[in-house]
């Protein structure tokens, strides 16, 4: 649901200067487990990952402990410019300090009354229910694959450079998507074809711009609740200026170092099934700060949704059975919303 009277856009509610935020964005005492802020110790750094060294064993063992260890890495030499990433960071936040007016012709909703969401475009997530917990960030989530289905009325017109900077910016990451596949197919020793095979000339791809305002309850509102990504591998980049993605791990939060030109890759619940559960996808959440506005820039790839998900063949045998039982990714797709909206994985009722 976009901007309505009933669901404010959280930009203007932290510019109308709230002191508390709607009960709805507030996180249940039973869900916060204690301070929503606290995190811990790192047990180790989370490894960087030099994207160009992948050849290298040393650099290969990196990533394959990263991935066992966490379902994500960061990723440096990732082949996207510096002055690129800046480029499609500056014509973000340009499009969201915009008047809502400006941003509302872009707005989720065909026909302007909230009764018909529809994915693409500038609001927030669906509300389906009076009972349902609210995120304390406004987003622009586009279609940037396949090509030829990308809806540019939704694209925003301003800042004129938008579309062509976004444009570049997803053909970068979908060369980077494949790289990143591959590497993940030679660590499991199978068809190093075998993940990108999954993905059709149909399969979607979206680009999601989160913006997160400074909330005055940080203690009590999250800016993305848990919940790990339903796709095959989602490539974010991070505004290195502020932190606030936490990943979850044997039960324990953990704040996700924000660095320049530094992308974080992590495995999507798809990709999680197709490796049989050696790499899982990783719970991850955002929290918000009192002083400073937070901006994301999340690629979603997913595989077609005609495709059978299921444990990839070269990883089966007497000894290893396949841990999740097969489903149709449209089918599975169905499924992802309600499990998300109530905190709860999935993938894990495909386990067998």
Not at 235 to 253: A, E, P, S, T
Not at 281 to 286: A, E
Not at 323 to 344: I, N, P, S
């Amino acid at each position: 649901m976009a901007a309505s009277d009933e669901t404010p856009m959280v930009q203007d509610l932290a510019s109308a200067g709230v002191e508390e935020p709607p009960s709805r964005y507030l996180v249940h005492e039973q869900d916060r487990h204690g301070d929503l802020l606290a995190a811990d110790e790192m047990p180790e750094p989370i490894p960087l990952i030099d994207l160009s060294r992948l050849m290298d064993a040393d650099e290969a063992d990196k990533l394959r402990a990263a991935l066992q260890t966490w379902g994500f890495f960061l990723a440096t030499n990732h082949g996207i410019e510096d002055s690129l990433m800046d480029a499609m960071i500056s014509a973000s936040r340009e499009f969201f300090r915009q008047p809502s007016e400006e941003k509302q012709k872009c707005n989720n909703l065909v026909d302007g009354n909230g009764k018909h969401y529809q994915v693409e475009g500038y609001g927030s997530d669906k509300v389906v229910s009076e009972d349902q917990g609210l995120n304390w960030n406004d987003r622009l989530h586009l279609r940037v694959e396949p090509e030829d289905e990308r809806n540019f009325a939704k694209w925003p017109s301003h800042p004129e450079s938008f579309r062509d900077v976004l444009n570049e910016y997803a053909s970068k990451t979908k060369k980077l998507r494949d790289l990143v596949l591959r590497s993940i197919a030679k660590l499991l020793e199978i068809d190093e074809d075998h993940f990108v095979n999954q993905i059709s000339n149909k399969a979607s791809g979206f680009a999601r711009l989160y913006y997160y305002p400074p909330c005055p309850r940080p203690d009590l509102v999250l800016g993305l609740r848990p919940h790990s990504d339903g796709n095959l591998l989602t490539i974010l980049f991070v505004d290195d200026n502020v932190g606030g993605l936490q990943v979850q791990r044997d039960g324990k939060w953990y704040n996700v170092p924000a660095k320049p030109h530094t992308l974080v890759i992590n495995l999507g619940d798809c990709l999680e099934i197709m490796n049989n559960g050696i790499f899982r996808s990783p719970v991850h959440r955002v929290v918000t700060n009192t002083e400073k506005e937070r901006l994301s820039l999340a690629v979603f790839y997913a595989v077609d949704e005609e495709t059978v998900l299921e444990p990839a063949p070269g990883l089966l045998d007497d000894k290893r059975p396949p841990r999740y039982r097969k489903m149709m990714t449209k089918d599975f797709v169905a499924g992802l919303y309600e499990h998300f909206r109530q905190g709860k994985r999935f993938v894990d009722t495909l386990k067998i």
